[in-house]
């Protein structure tokens, strides 16, 4: 019997500490506040990866709650103010409880089977999409970049060419370190971060200038300076990839994701279909053109 009532106190005593972890404040302005049980329930709405980037990314992860604060601070004002009793204001507010509510109703209803798709069905619609799957001939390039502001005079272009030929001169050396000098002397910060690597990029999207000199490049090579209306550039050709289709293993999930989305709204459809679908509907058309005067 003690040692229940031992227990029992424990019990009591810890509650409030338990309650107050859960009501801890995250953030406030004014009387208004966003506590951390309204704040894991925000993130829990939210699927995993997401809260794996604002995990990683403290700063969003704060705007965050800013934006759930700024909700609470408008909501409070509304009340107070009374403008949430408003006819149009309800009507809008029940308007969108109703169209929650179906959301979330026919979401539930209309989930394919756990089990759905088949491998079959994706292999299936992996043949049929092909194209969709298809990825264009791709260049891997490294750039030095030198800008050349829109309507520069003659003088200012003559001297970025003559700079972008030492830094041609310089990466063709033997020896020549290109991310070195990339790094410290192109103009595109994006790649300079990168020792000026640009990832594999599509042949289609490259400037038309650039293409042209890629046609007599191979892996390793560095070109002259290339003159476009943007500047100049030093371009070393890493790596070609040829046109192709990614692989199934590459698309599996995606394709699977796509199946049971277009499953889904096929079941939507059928049951909305078969509730007020031409045969189950009968409409009062001499009303309905009353109910539009009406409005107008």
Not at 122 to 138: G, L
Not at 156 to 185: E, I, P
């Given at each position: ?98 169209d929650a509510l179906m959301r979330s109703y026919l979401a539930s209803i209309a989930a394919p089977a756990a089990d759905y798709p088949s491998d079959a069905e994706i292999q299936a619609a992996y ?144 049951y909305l279909a078969k509730q007020v679908g031409p045969g189950t509907v009968a409409i009062n058309e001499d009303a309905l053109k009353k109910a539009l005067t009406a409005a107008q």
């Amino acid at each position: 019997m003690k040692r229940f009532l031992m227990l029992a106190g424990a019990c009591v005593l810890s509650a409030p500490l338990l309650v107050s972890a859960q009501s801890a404040v995250v953030a406030s302005a004014g009387q208004t506040s966003v506590t951390q049980a309204q704040m894991t329930s925000l993130l829990k709405s939210l699927d995993a990866a997401t809260r794996e980037r604002l995990a990683a990314d403290p700063a969003s992860l704060d705007q965050l709650v800013r934006a759930r604060l700024a909700q609470s601070v408008v909501v409070a004002e509304v009340k107070a103010k009374g403008w949430d009793q408003q006819p149009e204001v309800r009507q809008m507010v029940e308007q969108a409880e109703r169209d929650a509510l179906m959301r979330s109703y026919l979401a539930s209803i209309a989930a394919p089977a756990a089990d759905y798709p088949s491998d079959a069905e994706i292999q299936a619609a992996y043949d049929q999409n092909r194209a969709v799957f298809t990825t264009p001939r791709a260049l891997h390039f490294a750039q030095i970049y030198v800008a050349v502001a829109p309507g520069a005079d003659t003088a200012t272009r003559t001297k970025a060419h003559k700079q972008a030929d030492d830094l041609a001169r310089q990466a063709h050396a033997s020896g020549a370190d290109f991310a070195a000098l990339a790094a410290a002397n192109s103009q595109d910060k994006a790649s300079a971060s990168q020792g000026g690597d640009m990832g594999f990029v599509p042949e289609s999207v490259l400037l038309p200038e650039i293409r042209k000199a890629a046609e007599s490049m191979k892996p390793g090579d560095v070109s002259a300076p290339i003159e476009t209306t943007a500047g100049f550039h030093v371009m070393k050709l890493v790596d070609t990839r040829a046109a192709g289709v990614r692989p199934l293993a590459e698309v599996k999930d995606q394709l699977r994701a796509m199946l049971r989305r277009q499953r889904t709204q096929q079941n939507i459809q059928a049951y909305l279909a078969k509730q007020v679908g031409p045969g189950t509907v009968a409409i009062n058309e001499d009303a309905l053109k009353k109910a539009l005067t009406a409005a107008q």
